[in-house]
Every structure is written in structure tokens, then in C-alpha cells.
């Protein structure tokens, strides 16, 4: 009996190693280093070397972003002569692409002269003070470039929608923020402001994949499952905003942002076409996509041409 239960139990040791062997691994997901591909491509064949297929499209999109972020140094380097201040302002919906650009822009830049300001909601004491008042201590100084992931426009789109401003705050705040910014101006401060807009369907689509994404999970909020329920207020808040504070001394720029790729790299294009510095390469290599870069005024122009047919309006 024991002899028989011992064979029986080998067998089955057995049959389980035979399985494990021809059961095929699991396939792990892999996602590049941003610049690796670039990088590697030239790399002669090694038996320890893994082929990987990545699209000429991903290898185009590396060489442009390392060539720009070049760039960017060159134009840091400049600011520290000169004493430059600029400031650039992130908007646009929800997962529109922002954090992504801004990543790229300071990724290769001195940290103690490139500041991304990203403000919690207020306090309650800030809720008390004016409106402007917490934004005015991350403004830059000399040789600084500030770059702000969300900013004072919160109070042109979020909280209205959202609920987190009375009527009366949200028009005040379009009449003063004109003012506020022409101040800035007036004092020597370079000020760009991008409005990232994303279609609906992609926003959709980038939050389910942030659900699935360990890597993005920390980006979804309570607002974000509020975004598409709410998509025509944003619009019709976007349209308030861009009406009321396009202006010629700050002038809204629009980036079409569904290919976050190229999004990122005509981003970078609009801002260093306009500003001059030292070794600077020829302007023709940073004109940006007309289809991607959108100035406000055309923006205005095209949601007012469909305001009557939703569908074509972008977000």
C-alpha cells in the first residue's frame, strides 16, 4: 500500500514539472526609458542583446526632444547672464498632457533655476486672502524660469464647474486677471500661457489606462471621474476664459495634445522660437506645427464657427 502511494505521489511530481515546462512564460510588459531607443540603435548585435522592435516614429520623436532639450540649456545658460525671468503657465482639462511636458522641459535643466510650482488646494486661512496672493511668492526672479501646473486659472474653469467659487468670484476674477497679468508684463516678466486641448474620446480612453497603470494611478482624483459628466461646462468655461483674458500682452497659446508626442515637442518649439539667446540654432528648426499650435484668437474663432454642432469642439 505504501509503496503504491509513494509511486502515485512521483507520478504526480512528475506530470506537475511536465506542465510547469510546457506551460510558456509569461509575457512582462516593457516600456522603454524615454531616449533609449535613440540611443541604442546603432548598438552591434551581442549574444547577451535582446532585439526590440520600436517604430521610426519613436526614434524620430527621441532625436527632436534630445536636440530641443538642448536647447533649453543653451537658453538657461542665457538666463543667467542676462537676469531673464519667465514665466509659463500649464492649462487644459484633466489629463490633457501637461505634467508630461513640463517633465521634458526641465529634465535636463539646473533645478536651482527651473522651479515647476504644482499649489495644493488652499488653506483656510489662503481661502481668505486675495485671490491672487498665494501665487505671488513662486513668481520668478532673476534668471529663474517657473513653470506652473495648474495656476490662478483654476478659478476660470475648476472651480467653477466644480463648485468651489460663487458666480461672483468667477466674473471678477475675468475682469482682474487681465490687470493682473499686464502688471507682470509691464515688470519685465516673459509670460506664456499653454492650453493643452485634448478630445474627449482621448481623455476617456487616458483615464481608463490610469486605472490599469500602476505607474499613473497616482493621477486619478475625485475631479477626473467629474470630467467627461461635465465636458460641456468645461467647454463653455474655456470659451469665458480665452474671451476674457486673450490678451495682446498675454496671449493664450493652444496645443492640440491627442499625440502627447507631438504635442510635447511643438510645446517646446513655440516657447524657444520666442525668445532669444545665445547660440541659438536657426529659427526655422523650431517653427511648430501649425495644426498642433493653435494662437487663442483662432481658438475663439473656432469654437464660436461650432458652437451649434458640440461634436467639433475640441476640449
Given at each position: ?26 509575457a ?6 524615454e ?58 482639462r ?23 510650482v ?5 488653506s ?5 486672502q ?26 476660470a ?57 500602476v ?23 474655456k470659451?469665458?476664459?480665452l ?13 492640440r495634445?491627442?499625440?502627447k ?23 526655422a ?7 498642433i ?23
Amino acid at each position: 500500500m505504501e509503496e503504491d502511494s509513494k509511486k502515485k505521489r512521483e507520478g504526480e511530481e512528475q506530470q506537475e514539472k511536465k506542465e510547469k515546462k510546457e506551460k510558456p512564460a509569461k509575457a512582462t510588459e516593457v516600456r522603454l526609458y524615454e531616449g533609449t531607443a535613440a540611443r541604442f540603435q546603432k548598438e552591434k548585435k551581442k549574444s547577451q542583446n535582446t532585439a526590440i522592435w520600436v517604430p521610426k516614429e519613436t526614434l524620430s520623436y527621441e532625436a527632436e526632444l534630445k536636440k530641443l532639450q538642448v536647447e533649453l540649456t543653451k537658453l538657461q545658460q542665457d538666463m543667467k547672464k542676462k537676469g531673464t525671468r519667465i514665466l509659463t503657465i500649464f492649462e487644459g482639462r484633466d489629463a490633457a498632457g501637461k505634467g508630461g511636458t513640463i517633465s521634458r522641459i526641465t529634465a535636463f535643466l539646473n533645478p536651482r533655476n527651473a522651479r515647476v510650482v504644482a499649489l495644493p488646494a488652499p488653506s483656510d486661512t489662503e481661502v481668505t486672502q486675495w485671490y491672487f496672493q498665494r501665487y505671488v511668492p513662486h513668481l520668478p526672479a532673476a534668471s529663474e524660469l517657473v513653470l506652473f501646473d495648474r495656476s490662478w486659472y483654476n478659478r476660470a474653469m475648476v472651480e467653477p464647474v466644480m463648485g468651489f467659487c460663487t458666480d461672483e468670484q468667477h466674473k471678477r476674477f475675468l475682469e482682474d486677471v487681465p490687470l493682473f497679468e499686464e502688471m507682470l508684463v509691464k515688470d519685465g516678466i516673459k509670460l506664456f500661457k499653454f492650453y493643452f486641448s485634448v478630445s474627449r474620446k482621448e481623455q476617456a480612453r487616458r483615464f481608463e489606462a490610469r486605472k490599469t497603470d500602476v505607474l499613473k494611478q497616482y493621477k486619478l482624483s475625485p475631479v477626473d471621474n467629474l470630467a467627461q459628466k461635465y465636458w460641456d461646462q468645461y467647454t463653455v468655461k474655456k470659451f469665458e476664459m480665452l474671451n476674457e483674458s486673450n490678451r495682446a500682452m498675454s496671449p493664450w497659446t493652444v496645443i492640440r495634445s491627442d499625440n502627447k508626442k507631438k504635442a510635447r515637442i511643438n510645446c517646446i518649439k513655440f516657447l524657444l522660437s520666442q525668445l532669444d539667446y545665445d547660440k541659438k540654432i536657426d529659427n526655422a528648426e523650431l517653427m511648430p506645427d501649425p495644426n498642433i499650435v493653435i494662437s487663442g484668437g483662432d481658438e475663439i474663432k473656432n469654437m464660436e464657427k461650432n458652437f451649434l454642432n458640440p461634436k467639433r469642439l475640441r476640449g
